[in-house]
């Protein structure tokens, strides 16, 4: 099983500041990387897939950067509907999902 | 809208089954995969496995293999997972999801609670 770590575990920024998250894969998971937003009682949503395409709909302050077992997420400045937790997918070799990071208001 | 929506809450005793359905809409059903996810309260979501909506053929993780069936109802636009025996660690909440450009359209999440 390809295992996915994030970092940092909680991240605090101000709105308007730019955040980066990061994810790690145990193995080179090529391009078939998603970053998905999770708010507290709702589904999580598909931000990112193919490490770097934005998906229908998500604004252009959501970046996706990477390859191989090295991803980033970059909000590049920060709205408060951003703070929420997010997760990194692998989908290269089954699914499996990071243990996220939680974006918090500095 | 492209939706999928899931049934209500259940509460099952230890060694029960639960049953919950995923009603697709605003979309061809049998064009897509529908994924299970099932999330524990603070933890990572966990992937479960998937049904083709056309063929209906299967494929589980190991972890619930033998444990759980997905089927789906062409006619009803509709997905269906069971798992069985349940026991503690499965009480999450239970999400189905549409398998394009990884899961770009998830349900609502049905909470299952496993208790005596």
């Known amino acids: 099983e390809i295992v996915m770590t994030q970092s940092p575990a909680t991240l605090s920024v101000s709105p308007g500041e730019r955040a980066t998250l990061s994810c790690r894969a145990s193995?080179?998971?090529?391009?078939?990387l998603a970053w998905y937003q999770q708010k507290p009682g709702q589904a999580p949503r598909l931000l990112i897939f193919g490490t770097s395409t934005r998906a229908t709909g998500i604004p252009a302050r959501f970046s996706g950067g990477g390859s191989g077992t090295e991803f980033t997420l970059t909000i590049s400045s920060l709205l408060s509907e951003d703070f929420a937790v997010y997760y990194c997918?692998?989908?290269?070799?089954?699914?499996?999902f990071g243990q996220g990071t939680k974006l918090e208001i500095k | 809208q492209v939706q999928l929506v899931q049934s209500g809450a259940e509460v099952k005793k230890p060694g029960a089954s639960a049953k919950v359905s995923c009603k697709a809409s605003?979309?061809?059903?049998?064009?897509?995969?529908i994924h299970w996810v099932r999330q524990a309260p603070g933890q990572r979501p966990e992937w479960m496995g998937w049904?083709?909506?056309?063929?209906?053929?299967?494929r589980y993780s190991q972890n619930f293999q033998g444990r759980v069936t997905f089927t789906r109802d062409t006619s009803a636009s509709t997905a269906y997972m069971e798992l069985r025996s349940l026991r503690s660690e499965d009480t999450a909440l239970y999400y189905c999801?549409?398998?394009?450009?990884?899961?770009?359209?998830w349900g609502q999440g049905t909470m299952v609670t496993v208790s005596s």
């Open positions: 049904i083709n909506g056309g063929s209906g053929n299967t």
């Open positions: 605003g979309y061809t059903f049998i064009s897509y995969a």
């Open positions: 999801a549409r398998e394009s450009n990884s899961f770009d359209v």
């Open positions: 997918q692998q989908y290269s070799n089954w699914y499996t």
């Open positions: 193995q080179s998971v090529s391009s078939n």
